[in-house]
Structure formats: C-alpha cells, structure tokens
C-alpha cells in the first residue's frame, strides 16, 4: 500500500502528487540572492553574494566556492541541470523592470549611414530574388556602383547580415557592432579565477591598496600557483590589470573600501524630490556651525564660533525661525527656533527698525522633520509637538537627504552673508588660506542677529529660487497664503513653557526640589494637599534660568509658576551656571547645598573673567556658554516668564500670588481636523 503522503493531491491540479504526469503547477517567482539554494544532484549550491566583476558566488554545503556568470546560471537553471530549492524562496518579490530595445537613435551616424547601406545591399538582392552566390554578387557590384563604393561587400559578410536582419527584419540588426571588434582578454578561466581571488582579498578592504600594489600581489601568486601546474598561467601586464579593475561594479568596490554608507552617498540615485501641498504643511530644522568667529561685546576679544538653528517651510523656502547661541545646541535653542516660527515677527522688526519690509513667517506647523540628535528627543520638545498637535519625524541615521532644503539654506547663507563678514572662517582650511579669522573679527553675536534678520528680510526672501521655479520665497508664501488658512498658537507667552525642558518630581512641605534646588510657594503647598502621597507632577524648567520653574496643576490643568526659595542665589543664574557650580563643588568632594552654592557663586564671576583672559578659545567659549549669549533676548525678546519673578522677590511676599499661567486651551485644534479644511488637501 503506497503511503498516504506519496499520494496526497496538489491544490492547484488535483492530481496526485506521486503522477509521472505532475509538475509543478503552483509556479512563483523569485529573485535571485543570498540564501537562495540550487540542487545538482546530491550537491546543494548557496547563493552567497554578486562579486565585483559581476559574477555570481555559490557555496557548497562543503563550503566548495563556485563563481559564474549569471547567464550560465539560468542556462544550467534551464536545461534542469540545476533544479530550484523552492523552501529557499523567500516572500519578497522584486519590482519589474522594463527596458526599452535599443533603437537606431542611440549610434553615431556614420553608423546608421553604413546600415542604411547594408540595408540597401539586402533589400536589391531580395527584389531580384538571387539565391547562389554568382548571381548575389553580380546584384552586389552593380548596387555598389549605384551607390558609388569602391568596392562591394564579400558573398560571406551579406550572408551574415542576411541571418541577423531576417529575424526582426530591423536596421538595428544590420548595424556595424564595434564593440565585438579587438582583441579577446586574456583573463579566463583558471587565471581569471585567481586573479579575482586576489581582487578580494587584497583590493576590496578598507585598507584602500592601490592597484599598482596590487599587481605586485598578482604576478606573486601567478608564480606560485605555477610552481604546481604542468603548464603555466600566462603573466599578465599592467595594463591589463587596470582595465579589468576599471570593470568592476564600483558601487560593490565602494562597499568593500569604504562602506555600504559611502557607496551609498556616492552613488545614491535620485528619482524625484518631495512634494508639499501648502505653507506650514511640513517644516524642517536643523544646526550648523557658523563659519563666523564673534567677539565679546565688552573686551573685544573672540570668545567663540556660534552655533545657528535654521526652521525652514518646506513648501515656501521661507525662514520660519532661527537661533543663535554660544552653547552646544539642546532643547532649548530648538524650542527658542520653533516659537520664533510660530509668533508674528511684527514686534522684531520694529525692534530692528524694519518696520518698512515683511516677513509673513509665522503659523504652527502639521510635521516637523529632524535628524537624530539627542536634543530632538528630548521630552519637553515631544510634549510641546504633543500639546500643539505636531507630528515630530526623524530623518534616518546619517542620511541628510531627507530635509536637503534646510541643509541647502546653510550653504546658502554662509555663502551670501557669513563669507562676506570679517572674522569668517570660511567653510575649510584650504579655503581660508592665510586669511587671518582671530585678527579680522569684529562682530558680536548680537550684531551678527541683527545682520541675519535683515539678510533674510531683504535678500534671501526676495531672492528668486530654482527649487519653486525661480519664483521667490515671499511670492510662494503669499500664493499659498490666500488659499489655505495658517493656524496660531491660542497663547504665545505658553508656548515658552511648551518647548521648555521637562521633568517629575514629588511636592512635599518644602516644595520641588530639583537640582540641588527648592522651589515653593503657597499655591503649590495648597496643590499638595489635594494630591495622593508619593505622586509626582510634571515640571518645566528653563536653561537661561534657575529662578522659577512652571508646574502643572492636573487638576485645573494649568501651569503653576514656583520661585526659588533662595532668590539671592538663583537670580540672575543660568542653568550652566548653576551646573558649573555643582560640578565645582563635587570634584573638590563638598556637600552641595544652598550654602555651599551660595559661597561658590562669590567666586563665580571671577572665574568667568578669568576664562575672558585665557588665550585658549576654549576657555572663553566656556566662559560664554556660562553666560548663555544667544540670540534669544533679541528675537523673542523679554518674555512674561523672565519676568514673573523680580529679583528679591521671597515665597512670603504675596500669599495669595499662585502665578498661574494658563495653557488647557493650546490642545484644541488637532491635525487632522486642519488639514482636512484645507482646500486640496490629499487627507
């Protein structure tokens, strides 16, 4: 009795499967690569990789390599020399591509004169219907005399062009093939395997040999492998070993040289770029160091190269917002540069007086794009993107492609404006020369602010671009504007508090405590006696100070403001500040307390006149970070939050004073509910 699972039935035919008459009906295709198994007989071939030379490499299960020329494989592949594995198909399946037949537009046109000849030839000898070769030549020689050739073509070239063009009967066919002309390489068979074996092991790795150290190599292991052959390899040339280098898949050698993310930058093909529907759709961000050295208001002296943050509308080209600081970039210059995109920038223009020239930039945005850097993962920007119905996206790793318009406007302004400016460090040494940057310097940062506000405001948003079809960013915006509406934050002052760094702590008798700091008044101690014990709240802290914090009342959902207990320390103090002084404290192995802390800042201001002296840039970009110079107080000017909390201002002094900002309102517009008034709009 045959067995049940020799005679079970196929799905597709409902034959049995043990029939002579069975083959393979549920046919799938594949895509040849790694892991895919061919069988030859009791031999099982893995494919592993594609070399460089375009050969295809397979292994054995005895780990015998095999390299082929993919047209050999499907020829092996067709004749049922080698049979398919079907288990190691895997599910994927590669996109079609269509290629169009060469056409006779794409030859020189000599060539295409020498087909039409040949054509000619064919076409006399088909009419008088010649069919042995006496005749055929005599139909030859007259057709070449009408045509004025010295000399007609032999019987045996225009039988060779009879058997190509009688296929298709195309011109194609007929035309000269230059490239099957020359000699034939001498690389082959046994010499080619070796010579590739070389190739891989000693030309495809990072070291990065040349090829002239690689023919050394070569002739070495030509010479060995001679010594145990009766007959020996021929010894190839230089030359020879440079054209068929030049052969090799060069993103493949790039691959093994440099890496996968080289190869990929280097050869990185672009098929169309990203399109946007309307202003504010999609916003991008980004820092860069300017190639601008800034002097120190009151010395006059360098003290550091800033940092600028640039917010561009993807759609526009417009400058939403930037900002510049002295600091390595964190939540809150991000934060600063996306409120500045938000708010109007009316008040920043009068300031400047600019009050004669517009800048629309203004609205909250439906995505924001960013790379990877920790300060656009950090909490507080998250929950401000949250609160304001922001979609935050994030660029894959080292792939700055993704937002190609931001990273274009940095060249754009270092290019028009930073190059310009004396103290520039252009954009590498080789481009700098002997140009003397520390000596030429003459901008602070606050002068180099306002010169970025007016280069925006009467150059670059006026300046015709090619990615919006030479139309300006200003033009854009305001076609754009009068035909989809640009939404607002319900509160500007709360948008501070939005971006603001983020934090949980517990409310006990002595208030929040947060870094090495209390915070508390009556508001707060009235908060804690309606909370359960041991719950936290949420805090919101500022980086360019330590004298307040906002917390969040879950209760009315509003933000609390809650000043320092110790006002003669805090008041004036910015976060690093602060963190310098606990660091002090720490390495000379103190308790840190408000004591200590109070005594160390004595000697604080002294230590940052001492940094200004240093001839180290270093130190007194230190010095400047300490004293957070940015941009900020100029392009947000004072806010209602730096204010809140006068100096000398105790917890006693207003007992009913809760300082409550509210913000509940700032979540009640979502995305999807304005893109789907958009006129357009695709959602």
Same mark, same amino acid.
């Given at each position: 009795?045959?067995?049940?699972?020799?005679?079970?039935?196929?799905?597709?035919?409902?034959?049995?499967?043990?029939?002579?008459?069975?083959?393979?009906?549920?046919?799938?295709?594949?895509?040849?690569?790694?892991?895919?198994?061919?069988?030859?007989?009791?031999?099982?071939?893995?494919?592993?990789?594609?070399?460089?030379?375009?050969?295809?490499?397979?292994?054995?299960?005895?780990?015998?390599?095999?390299?082929?020329?993919?047209?050999?494989?499907?020829?092996?592949?067709?004749? !049922?020399?080698?049979?398919?594995?079907?288990?190691?198909?895997?599910?994927?399946?590669?996109?079609?591509?269509?290629?169009?037949?060469?056409?006779?537009?794409?030859?020189?046109?000599?060539?295409?004169?020498?087909?039409?000849?040949?054509?000619?030839?064919?076409?006399?000898?088909?009419?008088?219907?010649?069919?042995?070769?006496?005749?055929?030549?005599?139909?030859?020689?007259?057709?070449?005399?009408?045509?004025?050739?010295?000399?007609?073509?032999?019987?045996?070239?225009?039988?060779?062009?009879?058997?190509?063009?009688?296929?298709?009967?195309?011109?194609? @066919?007929?035309?000269?093939?230059?490239?099957?002309?020359?000699?034939?390489?001498?690389?082959?068979?046994?010499?080619?395997?070796?010579?590739?074996?070389?190739?891989?092991?000693?030309?495809?790795?990072?070291?990065?040999?040349?090829?002239?150290?690689?023919?050394?190599?070569?002739?070495?292991?030509?010479?060995?492998?001679?010594?145990?052959?009766?007959?020996?390899?021929?010894?190839?040339?230089?030359?020879?070993?440079?054209?068929?280098?030049?052969?090799?898949?060069?993103?493949?050698?790039?691959?093994?040289?440099?890496?996968?993310?080289?190869?990929?930058?280097?050869?990185?093909?672009?098929?169309?770029?990203?399109?946007?529907?309307?202003?504010?759709?999609?916003?991008?961000? @980004?820092?860069?160091?300017?190639?601008?050295?800034?002097?120190?208001?009151?010395?006059?002296?360098?003290?550091?190269?800033?940092?600028?943050?640039?917010?561009?509308? !993807?759609?526009?080209?417009?400058?939403?917002?930037?900002?510049?600081?002295?600091?390595?970039?964190?939540?809150?210059?991000?934060?600063?540069?996306?409120?500045?995109?938000?708010?109007?920038?009316?008040?920043?223009?009068?300031?400047?007086?600019?009050?004669?020239?517009?800048?629309?930039?203004?609205?909250?945005?439906?995505?924001?794009?960013?790379?990877?850097?920790?300060?656009?993962?950090?909490?507080?920007?998250?929950?401000?993107?949250?609160?304001?119905?922001?979609?935050?996206?994030?660029?894959?790793?080292?792939?700055?492609?993704?937002?190609?318009?931001?990273?274009?406007?940095?060249?754009?302004? !270092?290019?028009?404006?930073?190059?310009?400016?004396?103290?520039?460090?252009?954009?590498?040494?080789?481009?700098?020369?002997?140009?003397?940057?520390?000596?030429?310097?003459?901008?602070?940062?606050?002068?180099?602010?306002?010169?970025?506000?007016?280069?925006?405001?009467?150059?670059?948003?006026?300046?015709?671009?090619?990615?919006?079809?030479?139309?300006?960013?200003?033009?854009?915006?305001?076609?754009?504007?009068?035909?989809?509406?640009?939404?607002?934050?319900?509160?500007?002052?709360?948008?501070?508090?939005?971006?603001?760094?983020?934090?949980?702590?517990?409310?006990?008798?002595?208030?929040?405590?947060?870094?090495?700091?209390?915070?508390?008044?009556?508001?707060?101690?009235?908060?804690?006696?309606?909370?359960?014990?041991?719950?936290?709240?949420?805090?919101?802290?500022?980086?360019?100070?330590?004298?307040?914090?906002?917390?969040?009342?879950?209760?009315?959902?509003?933000?609390?403001?809650?000043?320092?207990?110790?006002?003669?320390?805090?008041?004036?103090?910015?976060?690093?500040?602060?963190?310098?002084?606990?660091?002090?404290?720490?390495?000379?192995?103190?308790?840190?307390?408000? @004591?200590?802390?109070?005594?160390?800042?004595?000697?604080?201001?002294?230590?940052?006149?001492?940094?200004?002296?240093?001839?180290?840039?270093?130190?007194?970009?230190?010095?400047?970070?300490?004293?957070?110079?940015?941009?900020?107080?100029?392009?947000?000017?004072?806010?209602?939050?730096?204010?809140?909390?006068?100096?000398?201002?105790?917890?006693?002094?207003?007992?009913?004073?809760?300082?409550?900002?509210?913000?509940?309102?700032?979540?009640?517009?979502?995305?999807?509910?304005?893109?789907?008034?958009?006129?357009?709009?695709?959602?």
């Amino acid at each position: 009795m045959v067995p049940l699972a020799l005679t079970s039935t196929c799905p597709s035919c409902r034959r049995p499967r043990s029939s002579l008459t069975h083959r393979r009906c549920d046919m799938r295709r594949f895509l040849l690569k790694p892991a895919i198994v061919f069988v030859e007989g009791s031999i099982r071939w893995t494919v592993q990789r594609r070399l460089a030379d375009g050969r295809i490499l397979l292994e054995s299960d005895e780990g015998e390599p095999l390299r082929i020329v993919e047209t050999e494989l499907w020829a092996r592949h067709a004749s !049922a020399a080698w049979e398919l594995d079907r288990d190691s198909i895997a599910e994927a399946v590669a996109p079609v591509i269509e290629v169009s037949r060469r056409d006779a537009s794409t030859y020189k046109e000599k060539d295409v004169q020498q087909a039409q000849m040949r054509l000619a030839y064919l076409r006399a000898v088909a009419t008088e219907g010649c069919t042995g070769q006496p005749y055929t030549e005599v139909v030859l020689a007259r057709v070449a005399a009408n045509l004025g050739v010295k000399a007609p073509p032999s019987y045996r070239s225009f039988c060779r062009w009879k058997r190509r063009y009688r296929i298709a009967e195309d011109v194609v @066919d007929v035309i000269p093939r230059h490239e099957r002309k020359g000699r034939i390489s001498v690389l082959d068979g046994a010499l080619l395997d070796l010579v590739e074996d070389v190739i891989e092991t000693h030309y495809l790795n990072q070291q990065r040999p040349t090829v002239a150290s690689l023919y050394d190599r070569v002739v070495t292991a030509i010479e060995e492998k001679n010594k145990q052959l009766p007959e020996p390899l021929p010894v190839i040339s230089r030359a020879t070993l440079y054209r068929h280098v030049h052969t090799l898949d060069w993103y493949m050698v790039t691959v093994a040289r440099e890496g996968r993310l080289a190869a990929k930058r280097k050869y990185r093909p672009v098929y169309g770029s990203l399109r946007t529907q309307y202003i504010n759709e999609r916003w991008e961000i @980004d820092h860069t160091p300017v190639n601008l050295l800034c002097v120190c208001p009151k010395r006059r002296i360098v003290i550091v190269r800033p940092i600028l943050t640039v917010v561009i509308d !993807a759609h526009s080209r417009m400058v939403m917002g930037f900002q510049i600081s002295a600091r390595v970039p964190g939540q809150e210059e991000v934060g600063a540069a996306i409120r500045m995109g938000m708010l109007g920038k009316g008040a920043l223009l009068r300031q400047l007086g600019l009050e004669h020239i517009d800048w629309p930039a203004r609205g909250v945005p439906s995505l924001i794009v960013a790379d990877n850097g920790m300060e656009f993962h950090g909490t507080g920007l998250r929950h401000g993107c949250a609160d304001l119905s922001i979609e935050l996206a994030y660029c894959p790793s080292r792939s700055p492609w993704h937002k190609g318009r931001v990273e274009r406007f940095m060249r754009t302004v !270092a290019e028009q404006l930073f190059h310009n400016i004396p103290g520039t460090t252009w954009s590498n040494t080789a481009e700098r020369g002997d140009y003397e940057s520390a000596g030429l310097a003459c901008v602070t940062l606050e002068d180099l602010t306002k010169l970025v506000v007016r280069w925006i405001v009467e150059v670059y948003q006026h300046a015709p671009h090619r990615g919006l079809g030479q139309r300006t960013p200003h033009m854009v915006w305001q076609e754009s504007c009068r035909k989809h509406h640009i939404y607002m934050a319900e509160d500007p002052n709360a948008l501070e508090i939005a971006f603001a760094g983020t934090t949980d702590c517990v409310v006990t008798n002595r208030g929040i405590t947060f870094d090495h700091l209390s915070y508390n008044n009556h508001g707060l101690q009235a908060l804690r006696l309606r909370l359960p014990e041991g719950e936290k709240l949420r805090v919101r802290y500022f980086c360019d100070r330590v004298d307040a914090v906002q917390i969040f009342d879950p209760a009315r959902k509003e933000y609390i403001e809650a000043a320092c207990t110790d006002l003669q320390y805090a008041t004036g103090l910015t976060r690093d500040m602060h963190a310098e002084l606990v660091d002090q404290l720490r390495c000379e192995s103190k308790v840190v307390d408000i @004591d200590s802390l109070r005594r160390a800042r004595v000697a604080l201001s002294d230590h940052i006149d001492e940094l200004y002296r240093s001839h180290r840039i270093s130190d007194r970009r230190k010095a400047a970070r300490l004293e957070g110079h940015s941009s900020k107080s100029i392009l947000l000017g004072e806010s209602a939050i730096s204010t809140a909390t006068p100096p000398g201002t105790s917890m006693d002094a207003d007992p009913d004073d809760t300082r409550h900002t509210v913000i509940a309102d700032i979540p009640a517009f979502a995305v999807s509910k304005r893109l789907t008034n958009h006129p357009g709009s695709k959602r």
